[in-house]
């Protein structure tokens, strides 16, 4: 019998977990890894036996000051017990472990452990290393990554800030010399930072050598004010992560020693000149580090809000479907299926193809370290196009599963509005998402040229398809391939077409006079497109190697399940491009609008359990309506009873303001 079932729940919930066609636990066994799913279990636990990490009130009743007060407790707790809890080594544990204690909307910690520290590791020299790291670790700092300016995010180059050297004092001097020069955004760095990875432009012996990191102390360790020259504070409310303090920074003359400089790839030598870097890109890694890590991220909401919707799905019941037979469980129409399971396919999509991309991060990062940059600009290209593709369909589908859930799905207290604010930031943060797929453009840009001249660079698993030539017309028919060649193919046909056809223009406009420049962006759109064909067919592959490797049989008859529905609704969201060269027909269209009906159909039954399968507890879920027990109706209201508001009958101003206008109109309509 599944765990989930348990005494008291929801019993439409119930049925629906004991009609799946597989064993939860296998299940989820297999999504996480057994050595993971016990390790989850364990800290879960840990979490659960100590309520001090629990929230005094619903987030959601919280003013910001409140917010990010009890983030912060949290926060320390968190750093207190986790070395009782988890194994610190593994990223993994520390992950789920914040996630369970700290929630996802932001806290004091988030930028130091997701760039500082790996600004550290990846940019810091051996001695700054040995400087800074272990009083990292040990949390004797906590600092930030500042890099945005008020006047500029996506152009690198344009940065403002300067750090010029003075050879004399051996200093860098700090300056943020205009009003769009003020870093604005960095996570962390208006309240809770006392140091800083800081972004700015190096002047040395009177040449700019552009952007360059730098490792600053922003506020005194004792009092917390902040030093002398330093203006620091929070950028205020914004659309969502409120419990993080995102801040400003400015300076004014502010002297740094000359170590400040992060010297592991580029280095000033105490005259002032200037050592370059193997690669001009290096001092970007925890971007890419963060890129990568995005595309589990976006599995992560879409499976947290996949879960929510199917669960409550199953205990909502609205009209009937063949009239007199009694009102149906919301999930049974298709157009509901229509709308959530493509949402839990894309999510184990990103899943899987997450897992490859941080593998690649951490590859070339041992490579870096070995002095072999070979694979830099495939791990950039492959990171920016999927951060942009993961994000934006992230963001879409936790709108589809919010919607699903009618007029409680935009409750605070379904969680969504927590979930999709959080997500959509990453739409923007680590480069805005037309700029993303664009730097995947450039790469594709490259390997079209490489085609045209007959010269293919070294294999690539990632590109390798663009030097094939596949079938002139698509295969798709009714007939079942396991390995879904057919459909691979069309995403492959699509994706070197889309991308010759750009080159072909490209160099078209150029020939008719236009710079490389002004051609480029009179195809950026195309460009765009080409980006996220290739995108589609990297997650796509990705999906088709990994289900075949499942050995349990009834297990992988539910991936299969999901797969395909996830390749055929992306065939259906990239049938124009499929039809628009005669590649597919009208025919094959309908086909694979069947085989998502049909994998829709396939999956009804198991979707509570496939769900519950993910593991997501209620901590991490925080949503009345998709609480594991299914008790969504009292539990609504009983958090609406928890409302601030419903603190008072009668609120104090009442008699002010709405009391006093209906008392005087009612006694004018007397007179
Ligand atoms: C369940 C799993 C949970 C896991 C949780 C784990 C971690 C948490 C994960 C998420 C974080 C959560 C919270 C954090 C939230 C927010 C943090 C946000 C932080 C930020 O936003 S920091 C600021 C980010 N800013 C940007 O991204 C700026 C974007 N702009 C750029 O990157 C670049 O300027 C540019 C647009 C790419 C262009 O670069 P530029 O310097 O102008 O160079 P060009 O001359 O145009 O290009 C030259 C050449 O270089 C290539 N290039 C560019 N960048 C790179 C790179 N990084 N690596 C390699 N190569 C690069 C470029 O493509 C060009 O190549 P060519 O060969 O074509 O010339
Ligand atoms: C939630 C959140 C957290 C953040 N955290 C941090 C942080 O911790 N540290 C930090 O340093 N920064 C942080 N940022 C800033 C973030 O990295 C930038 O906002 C982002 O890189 C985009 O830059 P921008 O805001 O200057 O947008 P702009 O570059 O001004 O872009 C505006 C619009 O112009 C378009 N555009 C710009 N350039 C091009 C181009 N070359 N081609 C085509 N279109 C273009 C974009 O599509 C975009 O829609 C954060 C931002 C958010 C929203």
Redesign the pocket.
């Known amino acids: 019998m599944s765990r989930y079932i348990r005494e008291g729940d929801n019993p439409d919930l119930t049925e629906e977990r004991r009609k799946a066609s597989f064993d939860t636990e296998a299940m989820a066994e297999l999504f996480w890894g057994a050595r993971n799913l016990m390790r989850r279990r364990e800290i879960a636990n840990y979490v659960e036996q100590h309520r001090e990490f629990d929230d005094p009130q619903p987030t959601a009743f919280m003013t910001r000051e409140e917010l990010i007060e009890n983030a912060t407790r949290k926060a320390v707790l968190t750093m207190e017990h986790a070395e009782k809890a988890i194994d610190i080594t593994r990223?993994e544990e520390s992950?789920y472990f914040n996630?369970l204690t700290m929630g996802i909307d932001g806290n004091p910690f988030?930028?130091h452990?997701?760039?500082a520290i790996p600004t550290i590791m990846n940019n810091a020299d051996e001695g700054q290393q040995d400087e800074w790291l272990p009083k990292a670790l040990n949390r004797e700092f906590i600092a930030t990554?500042a890099?945005?300016e008020m006047g500029h995010?996506?152009?690198?180059?344009k940065l403002e800030t300067t750090a010029t050297y003075d050879p004399k004092t051996q200093e860098f001097i700090l300056h943020s010399p205009t009003i769009t020069s003020t870093k604005w955004?960095?996570?962390n760095l208006g309240k809770s930072s006392n140091y800083s990875v800081v972004m700015a432009q190096l002047y040395s012996q009177g040449k700019c050598y552009?952007?360059h990191p730098f490792f600053v102390q922003l506020r005194d360790l004792r009092t917390h004010k902040p030093l002398p020259g330093i203006t620091v504070g929070d950028i205020g409310p914004k659309f969502g992560i409120n419990t993080n303090d995102n801040g400003f920074l400015r300076f004014d003359q502010v002297r740094i020693p000359r170590r400040s400089m992060f010297m592991k790839h580029a280095k000033i030598l105490p005259d002032g000149t200037y050592v370059p870097p193997s690669?001009?890109?290096l001092n970007?890694?925890?971007?890419?580090?963060?890129?990568a890590?995005?595309v589990?991220?976006m599995?992560?909401h879409l499976l947290a809000c996949s879960t929510i919707a199917v669960r409550y799905s199953c205990i909502r019941r609205q009209g009937e479907i063949t009239p007199g037979t009694g009102e149906v469980k919301v999930l049974d129409y298709q157009t509901q299926q229509y709308r959530i399971f493509p949402q839990i396919a894309r999510g184990v999509a990103f899943r899987l193809s997450?897992n490859y991309i941080i593998q690649l991060y951490r590859q070339t990062m041992t490579d870096i370290k070995n002095g072999d940059i070979s694979a830099?600009?495939d791990?950039?290209?492959i990171s920016?196009g999927l951060k942009a593709v993961t994000s934006y369909q992230g963001a879409l589908g936790l709108e589809q599963c919010r919607m699903a859930c009618g007029g409680h799905g935009y409750l605070q207290a379904s969680g969504f509005p927590l979930q999709y604010t959080v997500a959509i930031?990453?739409c923007?943060?680590?480069?805005?998402n037309m700029?993303?797929l664009l730097?995947t453009a450039?790469?594709l840009i490259?390997m079209a040229k490489a085609i045209r001249s007959g010269r293919p660079p070294k294999p690539n698993k990632v590109i390798d398809y663009l030097f094939k030539k596949g079938p002139t017309k698509c295969l798709i028919d009714q007939t079942y391939d396991p390995n879904y060649q057919s459909v691979l193919e069309a995403f492959e046909h699509l994706s070197r077409r889309v991308t010759l056809e750009v080159y072909d223009r490209l160099v078209q406009l150029q020939q008719q006079g236009r710079s490389y420049e002004l051609a480029w962006n009179e195809c950026a759109v195309d460009l765009c497109k080409a980006t996220r064909a290739h995108v589609r067919t990297f997650l796509a592959k990705t999906f088709v190697e990994e289900v075949n490797k499942i050995a349990d049989i009834s297990l992988k008859s539910v991936f299969q399940d999901l797969l395909q529905l996830y390749l055929f609704y992306e065939v259906t969201e990239c049938a124009a491009g499929l039809l628009e060269d005669g590649f597919m027909s009208g025919q094959q269209l309908t086909y694979a609008k069947k085989n998502v009906y049909d994998a829709l159909a396939k999956i009804r039954p198991n979707a509570a359990a496939i769900v519950d399968s993910f593991d997501i507890s209620d901590r991490e879920l925080q949503s009345v309506l998709g609480r594991r027990d299914g008790n969504v109706y009292e539990n609504l209201l009983k958090w609406a009873q928890m409302s601030p508001l419903n603190k008072h009958d009668v609120l104090p101003f009442h008699h002010k303001y709405l009391g006093k206008m209906m008392d005087e109109a009612r006694q004018k309509s007397k007179l």
């Open positions: 990223d992950h996630a988030g930028l452990l997701v760039m990554y890099q945005t995010g996506t152009n690198l180059k955004w960095p996570g552009g952007a690669h001009s890109k970007y890694s925890a971007m890419v580090y963060v890129r890590a995005v589990s991220l599995a992560s997450g830099v600009p791990l950039h290209a920016c930031g990453a923007t943060y680590e480069g805005e700029v993303m730097q450039r790469h490259k």
